[in-house]
């Protein structure tokens, strides 16, 4: 075998399962699909927070005479240096990962990886060359992404998903967004910091519907008093895309039109070509299940962050990543799975929460 550990997928499960591995002595390699850090560098969290702070900035500068101090005339921006920041602080950790791999002498491999049934792992480069990978071990960690509306296609100039969202160059004056978790809200509060119009529409009961019914509500007013159009308790009906956008019908006949729908409906695992014929993993709703060792169902594949299911966290992905190799190379080491995780939601206010909500527990 030439690996210890093959690591498919770069993202905070992956690098960070590598990295481990490497300090354990053992020898490691990581197959990435685009580049080091993953969605979560790359097309994710970091970015999205990247965007997110400049919005706080904005909107500081709004506030400026409550804490004693004056600007002479307004604030300007330029929608394209926000977007390029975000962009450049992306860059700069992938290639933070980058160095880490070739510091901690880990292979680094950008291709898209397919498991075969005899456990080799064959990479298809960019160019169309492939070249064949043999390990003792397999660390699946190829993540979640996007969930798209059935029927509606993804352009990312009307119809956007989070990722398409983080490229665009110039500012909508008016954005849909479908779907109120964490995603839809931290997007919500960007664009509306810089002055589009936001419609928020949420099938669920409340915005940020895994947290507790009384900080989802308060945030409701919050986004509200700042000018999103917020629709609780509301399905789409009819999605259409036109020349000059787009136009949702809402249940109950009302009508919504802007120039770009950004899709939030939630994630999905990503598993595309993950597997070649003859070789069948048992899911869970399209995630790949694992034991309490993070190991599938076929012996010697393991699997860890997104790719397990919920929650969708590169802090939860990473933990996991370090107790399944930890679990692998270190004698006696019994692995741990997270039950209980914090999670945020980065827009202003900010959201945090550990544990049961008051309606999980009169639930239980």
Known sequence: MDYDLIVIGGGPAGYVGA???????????CVEMERAGGTCLNWGCIPTKALLKSAEVKVMTTHLESYGLTLDGSVGFDFAKVMSRSRGVSDQMAKG????????????????????????????????????????????????????LPGVEVDG????????????????????VLGAGAIGAEFSYFFNAFGAKVTLIE???EILPIEDTEISQFLK?????????????????????????????????????????????????NTDGLLAPGLKLETDRGYLKTNERYET?????????????????AHVASHEAI????????????????????????????????????????EK
């Open 323 to 362: 107790e399944a190799v930890e679990g692998l190379f270190v004698p006696g080491k019994q692995p741990h799975k997270v039950t209980v995780f914090p999670g945020c939601t980065y827009c202003q206010p900010q959201v945090a929460s550990i544990g049961l909500t008051e309606r999980a527990a009169k």
């Open 203 to 205: 099938m669920l009961p």
């Open 221 to 269: 007013r919050t986004f509200t008093k700042s000018g999103i159009d917020v629709h609780t308790d509301t399905k789409v009906e009819k999605t259409e895309v036109h020349a000059k956008g787009v136009k949702l019908t809402l249940a109950g006949g009302k009508t919504v039109e802007a120039d770009a729908l950004l899709v939030a409906i939630g994630l999905e695992a």
């Open 19 to 29: 990295i481990r591995a490497a300090q354990l002595g053992k020898k490691v390699v």
């Open 297 to 313: 169902s076929a012996k010697g594949i393991y699997a860890a962050g997104d790719i397990i299911g919920p929650p969708w966290l």
């Open 157 to 176: 100039v009307k119809v956007m998903t989070s990722r398409e969202a983080l490229a665009i160059k110039s500012l909508p004056k008016s954005v849909a």
């Open 97 to 148: 990962v980058e160095y880490l791999f070739k510091s901690k002498k880990i292979d680094y491999v950008v291709g898209k990886a397919q498991i075969q049934a005899d456990k080799k792992v064959v990479v298809t480069g960019t160019d169309g060359k492939t070249q064949t990978l043999t390990g003792k071990a397999i660390l699946v960690c190829t993540g979640a992404k996007a969930r798209k």
